[in-house]
């Protein structure tokens, strides 16, 4: 491809919006443009990275018995109401107004409705179905560029098995092409262990690229290989032990005093004699107390997998009016008609301080086994860095992360709702057991320039590189420049190289490398009169910046060593 006749509008200047690397790049190269909030076009360059990645997919996904299908984006309310997501996705689901539709999110019901009048008997599985295909998602806080779209593209694919086993067999089938998929894309990622949140499911796995602009936290052992996902991650952090002695509960008058911080300052004790309190309301109905040891953070999704979906921090002034305090005052002791759970450390705790539930006051000695009606203990603190690994004991690292694909162990919730039922060898009615996985196809391409760029543009793997070879012609209305870069262009298309030349006159040599290096092919040919005297072009390898001078004869060869 010629620069003079293509439409490759990249950009100096560091577009307004855009705060992450992997934005900035797609904007400045002119990969992408923005036509709303978390919509993008994709222009030529960027096109053929997605094609690119696509075609990788495609190829992974065949070579496990993946079968390609394209379904609707346009689809019936009614169908999502079956299993009961309109009320799931809330507005995160777009509705069409004229019409009772929605935009697809996903597509599990797409699917189980075709699956449930075909797939009747255990002999017609197992199945892999796949798209590549958009979906549309009203995400609230669009702000990463691609990474987080209101429509995206999405390789999800679909099995459906008549045995546990055969779903199991299913799942390894897609982690293996998964970690395909990612290599072959250049990407270095890890595995996690991730929660199965609204979808409901058996297992789920994550597969994560560190990134400091990643939306996602993980712990990771950079020794046994532990990883996984704040919203489950456990760290081998003790209870608190029971102390001796069995001290009445007092109450402490603690005037303004209301952080944690300013309680361990004002009674002198450490932050673990502090049981912490934190209020929700479920359903917009159940009050509930959540307590945790002093400092240690509560996890939403671990609360929401604990206790059920359709939970929200209490507002200020139902706090008030549940407890008869405001927060920084709250606790368990005299706490009528709250659901009352805590985090696992404080199992049978004592000699614990809480809020009294009356301002500016607090209580001390408060028995978790003696003074407090629990409804249970649950994993809801959240792992902090340094703390030791659950299997290993070394101390963990907790990494921000960017989520690029999703394998997940579904079961028979979409069967069951949808009635998708099969007969099995004894000829018993079952539902359909489905796994589903997907991959964020735009995703992929940010991630990789997340951790592949400089200062200067990205750098691209061959793999997915738009094109591998860059050709700048230095000074296009020199003759000889000319007609060498002529040459040599039509020699690597003959050679089937993938190149885009850089032919432009009125352009100087200065703008030119700087669009070679923010554009990141893999390699760069510099064509100019001095070299050209003595037979020679110049190349430059866009990741390590190296450049040597090739004898035009001898290109080819050293093209073929360089790129492969
Ligand atoms: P997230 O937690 O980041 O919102 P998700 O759990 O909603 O992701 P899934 O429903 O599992 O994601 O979708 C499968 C894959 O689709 C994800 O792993 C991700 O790569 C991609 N994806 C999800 N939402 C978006 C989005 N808004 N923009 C771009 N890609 C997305
Ligand atoms: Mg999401």
């Not at 949808?418 to 796994?435: D, V």
Request: glycine share 8%; net charge negative.
């Amino acid at each position: 491809m010629k620069f003079s006749i293509s439409f490759f509008p990249t950009q100096k200047e560091v577009p307004v919006d855009a705060t992450i690397p992997s934005h900035i790049l797609m904007l400045r190269a002119g990969l992408i443009r923005p036509l709303a909030a978390g919509v993008y076009s994709h222009l030529p360059i960027g096109q053929r990275i997605m094609q690119k990645v696509m075609q990788i997919i495609r190829d992974e996904m065949n070579a496990i018995g993946g079968q390609e299908v394209f379904l609707p984006a346009l689809n019936p309310v009614e169908l999502w109401q079956e299993t009961g997501r309109v009320d799931d996705f809330g507005d995160i689901m777009f509705h069409i107004k004229n019409r009772p539709m929605v935009l697809a999110p996903t597509h599990e019901e797409v699917i189980c409705s075709i699956a449930k009048n075909f797939l009747r008997s255990y002999r017609d599985m197992p199945q892999i179905w796949y798209q590549i295909q958009t979906k549309f998602r009203n995400e609230p806080r669009p702000r990463s560029g691609v990474l987080r779209g209101r429509q995206f593209l999405m390789k999800d694919s679909y099995s459906m098995d008549s045995s546990w086993e055969g779903l199991d067999e299913s799942y390894d089938k897609h982690a293996e092409a998964y970690k395909k998929i990612f290599s072959r894309c250049g990407l270095k990622f890890f595995i996690v262990g991730a929660s199965s949140g609204a979808m409901g499911g058996s297992g789920s796995q994550e597969f994560m690229v560190e990134s400091e602009s990643g939306e996602d936290t993980c712990a990771v052992c950079p020794k046994c290989g532990y990883a996984a996902n704040v919203e489950v991650a456990a760290s081998n952090v003790p209870p608190l032990p029971r102390t001796d002695g069995d001290p009445q509960l007092e109450e402490i008058h603690t005037p303004n005093v209301r952080t944690i911080d300013e309680l361990v300052e004002f009674l002198n004790v450490p932050a673990e004699k502090l049981a912490k309190s934190l209020v929700y309301m479920q359903d917009n109905k159940t009050p509930i107390l959540v307590l945790m040891v002093g400092n240690d953070l509560l996890n939403e999704t671990k609360l929401a997998s604990a206790l059920g979906q359709n939970i929200r921090p209490m507002h200020p002034d139902e706090i008030v009016q549940f407890t008869g305090a405001h927060s920084g005052s709250l606790g368990p002791i005299g706490l009528k008609d709250f659901k009352i759970v805590a985090d696992n450390r404080l199992k049978d705790a004592n000699g614990l301080v809480s809020g009294a539930n009356k301002d500016d006051y607090h209580v001390g000695n408060i028995d978790f086994v003696r003074d407090v009606k629990l409804d249970g203990y649950y994993d809801l603190r959240e792992v902090k860095e340094n703390e030791p690994c659950i299997h290993c004991g070394e101390k963990l690292r907790v990494v921000n992360a960017i989520e690029i694909g999703h394998i997940f162990k579904l079961g028979t919730k979409y069967a069951e709702g949808l009635k998708a039922y099969f007969l099995n060898e004894k000829g018993e009615e079952k539902p359909i057991i489905m796994g589903s996985y997907g991959i964020g196809v735009e995703r992929i391409i940010a991630s990789h320039i997340e951790q592949n760029h400089d200062e200067n543009g990205i750098i691209w793997e061959k793999s997915i590189a738009p094109f591998h070879i860059h050709i700048i012609g230095l000074n296009m209305k020199n003759e000889n420049v000319r007609e060498a870069s002529e040459n040599i262009y039509q020699i690597l298309l003959d050679n089937e190289y993938e190149v885009v030349f850089d032919d432009r006159d009125g352009v100087t040599a200065g703008f030119k490398f700087k669009d070679a290096d923010l554009l990141g092919m893999p390699m760069q040919i510099i064509i100019g009169e001095k070299n050209l005297r003595d037979g020679n072009v110049e190349i430059k390898i866009r990741r390590t910046g190296e450049r040597s001078v090739v004898a035009i004869d001898d290109l080819i060869n050293k093209l073929e060593k360089l790129l492969h």
